[in-house]
């Protein structure tokens, strides 16, 4: 799990490109906001914000933009990504599972393949959910760098507002 | 100059008052005084001599008789006096000569200095003394003298109180050029020319012409260069003077003004290090700015997931809470590592499984509370993950804010600090570059020491010039002055030239006249007194030679002493002859000066004035039948003769003057005394 390169497709690639400072290193004059120092980085948290305000949103392929989440990057960053991807099983209850269930799901399907793909699956719907909601926070009245940079207090506190309030 | 009478008194051998008369008669106009020998005939010549000229031959003391001198008691004085009386030019004069002598206790006598008395009557009748005036070596009587020169010089008294021994020498004196010229009234014309001849050095000419100032036209040219020059260079120097300043008034002005940018300066010099300050303020921001958004970018980036996390652990934590799990496995240990140790039969603790079934039971037992197959243990540790990934989240949203507001007042700090470095960099560009300042103050204080310099010298200059100018300016005008007192000079020089010319001219034409005229005159009576061939020449020192004719030729001729004696009386009486008839001549005329006169056609006339001879002892040296020729031409050339002779000579003269002797005397001894004479007069 976390071992293989993941491809970011159509406009979450696009999206998670305009949020990564990974971008600049291939064009240095990118219009982007760049509040993630790397793109490993929007793909552990995005599941997390995509869950948290139940937005799921499935692999875009209108269009051909594509991200890689290289696999050292995903290594280097595995038990992060195991303990987010049981978090999203155990929090997530579109299904109405129960307690045992999304324990169930969250531990012990691991080794069964067919199910931890459908877990994936719903694990990467989230984390484009979130990536839409990170691009749309940033994207909104934000056009500079200034702006990119305020965006991260008043995501941070938006997040917090809209989540805990 | 007829002499009337002369009285001696107590004078040599002249006891007592003795007064001869002469003869003043035009017709018998000899005077004859005979005598013994040492009767006293030299002591009348020396009577002349001593009283008009002081001029004696003997001793002061030996002036008064000695019988006299012997008489004089202890104590007592006694005079003895000579007095002439003349007639000159129409003037009675009264010349009279008096020494005092006394007799102290030791019977010496002491002789006081001869005094002079002169005196003349005027045509009023009048007597006029001669008044005393002292000269340069402090004699009382200069104008006394001056009056006896005028009468009779003492250089030409030889030739008329003379004593015939002595007759041989008379043509011979050194003094005869002087003599001659002297009688012949050449004399003043040719001292007037000594004084104006241009070769003599104590002439007036030889005065003036080293009064000249010779070298001081050239000077006077030259300072006048020299001035012009000055005043020139000193234009130059003043108009440099005014440029100098101006351009130091210019460095002033620049020097004030560069030191007011340079006060300014200071401000330009603060500005600048505010200017450093906040580009380096800037750029330190700048980093800060970059590493808070670095910071934010990055803290956002690594710690935002626990946060994101925060609301899914809670609900995680609140579904692992109620899970129905029980049983703790060994923490860390998995179910694999169970099967391992189950696999090799040996327990951890040394226990063989293979044999103990209940140790066995007790492994697998723990095996089952392990994951996968336990959630218990597997959940617990889950748990105590986000319990600490939520403990990690407190405070990311503060770290956050943290951030964002150390960017944010850096990010107002920069723009604060752009603003005033925009504001600085507004204010230094206006101002003017410092260094340049500084360096066109100190080149603009080199340039203004130069020229203060410069300055100074060219004063120095200026005062150095100026003084030169006055100085030379005061020499030119002390040389105009003496240039015009050489114009007066050298006026009086051309006059005097012309003078002497004109003097020279007109002496060279008498003087010749006159030589020829007493060549002729000595030579005629030369031939009244000698019948012979031999004749008379005279050079130009008025010396006479006799010449006899040989064949065709002039020779002189050897002279014996009687013969040197009628060829010396000739000249005397050719000289007195002509001098008579000149002066007869010249008084003749209607403007009767009887000194130097303008002559009717412009020539200069000479005049001469007639001369006694008073001789004694003339025949001494002649023969008879000369003495005769000579005694009857005397008279004839001579206003007045006195003859001064013994007896014997008289005798053989006699025949001839005897109708031409106005008066006769006879000096006799008294008592055979060789000093004490008398004089009697015998006609």
């Known amino acids: ?165 | 100059m007829i002499i009337k009478s002369i009285t001696i008194n107590n004078f040599r051998q002249y006891k007592g008052n003795h007064v001869i008369e002469f003869s003043t008669d035009s017709e018998k106009n000899v005077t004859v005084i005979l005598g013994v020998n040492t009767s006293g005939k030299t002591t009348i010549i020396q009577a002349f001599n001593w009283c008009l000229y002081n001029n004696t031959s003997f001793k002061s003391q030996e002036v008064l008789n000695l019988e006299v001198c012997k008489s004089m008691s202890v104590c007592s004085t006694q005079e003895c006096f000579v007095e002439v009386i003349l007639l000159h030019e129409q003037k009675e004069y009264f010349i009279r000569r008096t020494q005092s002598f006394y007799k102290n206790e030791s019977k010496k006598i002491k002789a006081s200095k001869p005094e002079l008395n002169v005196q003349f009557k005027e045509t009023t009748g009048g007597m006029q003394s001669i008044p005393k005036a002292r000269g340069v070596e402090g004699e009382y009587d200069l104008h006394m003298k001056e009056t006896i020169n005028k009468i009779l010089p003492e250089s030409l008294s030889d030739y008329f109180f003379f004593d015939g021994e002595r007759i041989a020498d008379i043509n011979n004196k050194g003094d005869v050029v002087d003599a001659v010229r002297g009688l012949m009234g050449l004399d003043v014309i040719s001292t007037a020319m000594d004084r104006l001849d241009p070769s003599k050095v104590a002439s007036v000419t030889s005065k003036l012409s080293k009064e000249l100032d010779v070298g001081n036209d050239t000077k006077f040219n030259k300072l006048k260069v020299e001035v012009e020059n000055a005043k020139e260079k000193l234009e130059g120097y003043k108009n440099r003077k005014v440029i100098i300043k101006e351009e130091i008034e210019f460095f002033e002005r620049r020097k004030i003004e560069l030191n007011e940018l340079l006060l300014k300066n200071r401000e330009v010099k603060a500005n600048q290090t505010i200017k450093t300050n906040l580009e380096r303020d800037i750029n330190v921001v700048t980093g800060n700015i970059i590493k808070n958004e670095n910071r934010l970018i990055n803290d956002f980036s690594t710690k935002s997931m626990g946060y994101f996390a925060l609301p899914l652990i809670k609900k995680a934590l609140k579904t692992i809470d109620e899970a129905k799990q029980d049983g703790e496995g060994i923490p860390g240990m998995r179910a694999s590592s169970i099967d391992h140790i189950l696999n090799r039969g040996n327990c951890i603790c040394g226990c063989d499984l293979t044999k103990n079934e209940g140790a066995k039971e007790k492994v697998l037992h723990e095996k089952s509370l392990l994951p996968p197959q336990h959630m218990g243990t597997i959940l617990r540790e889950y748990k105590k993950t986000y319990q600490r990934i939520e403990r990690e989240a407190e405070g990311f949203d503060s770290v956050i804010k943290d951030d964002y507001v150390e960017l944010r007042e850096n990010k107002l700090l920069l723009e604060e600090k752009k603003e005033g470095l925009i504001d600085i960099s507004k204010r230094i560009k206006n101002m003017i570059d410092v260094a340049k300042i500084e360096d066109d103050y100190q080149k603009n204080e080199i340039e203004l020491r130069k020229k203060r310099d410069i300055l100074l010298v060219v004063t120095g200059y200026i005062s150095s010039l100026e003084t030169e100018i006055v100085n030379n300016e005061k020499q030119i005008a002390g040389i105009a002055v003496v240039s015009e007192k050489n114009r007066k000079i050298t006026k009086s020089i051309a006059y005097s030239k012309a003078v002497y010319q004109w003097f020279k001219q007109s002496y060279d034409k008498q003087e010749a006249e006159v030589k020829n005229r007493l060549l002729k005159s000595v030579n005629n009576i030369f031939e009244q007194m000698y019948h012979g061939t031999r004749k008379i020449t005279i050079n130009e020192k008025y010396q006479i030679n006799l010449i006899t004719m040989v064949g065709d030729e002039e020779m002189e001729t050897e002279e014996s002493k009687g013969l040197e004696s009628v060829k010396n009386f000739s000249f005397i009486a050719g000289l007195v002859d002509m001098a008579r008839i000149k002066a007869r001549t010249t008084t003749g005329k209607e403007n009767e000066d009887p000194n130097v006169i303008i002559g009717v056609d412009g020539e200069l006339a000479i005049t001469t004035e007639p001369y006694p001879l008073v001789m004694d002892a003339p025949f001494s040296n002649v023969d008879e039948i000369h003495i005769n020729n000579i005694a009857k031409i005397l008279p004839a050339v001579s206003e007045q003769v006195v003859l001064i002779l013994m007896n014997k000579d008289w005798e053989f003269a006699k025949a001839s003057l005897d109708d031409k002797v106005g008066c006769a005397y006879m000096i006799e001894k008294n008592n055979n005394s060789d000093v004490n004479s008398s004089i009697r007069r015998l006609l």
């Open chain 1, 1 to 165: 799990m976390f071992e293989k390169q993941y491809m970011l497709k159509g406009k979450h690639a696009t999206y998670a490109k305009f949020l990564s400072l990974t971008t600049l290193k291939k064009n240095k004059d990118a219009k982007i906001a760049g509040v993630f120092r790397a793109n490993i980085d929007i793909y552990l948290v995005a599941p997390l914000i995509g869950v948290n305000f139940n937005l799921k949103s499935e692999e875009d392929t209108i269009s051909n933009d594509e991200l890689a989440i290289f696999a050292e990057q995903l290594i280097s960053q595995q038990d992060n990504l195991i303990n987010v991807f049981r978090l999203v099983m155990l929090s997530e209850n579109s299904s109405n599972l129960s307690d045992d269930e999304r324990i169930e799901r969250a531990f012990k399907e691991d080794e069964d393949s067919e199910k931890l793909a459908a877990n994936m699956e719903l694990f990467h719907k989230y984390m484009r959910g979130g990536i839409e909601w990170l691009y749309d926070q940033f994207t909104e009245e934000a056009s500079t760098k200034d702006d990119y940079l305020a965006k991260i207090l008043k995501v941070t506190q938006t997040y917090k507002l809209e989540t805990f309030m």
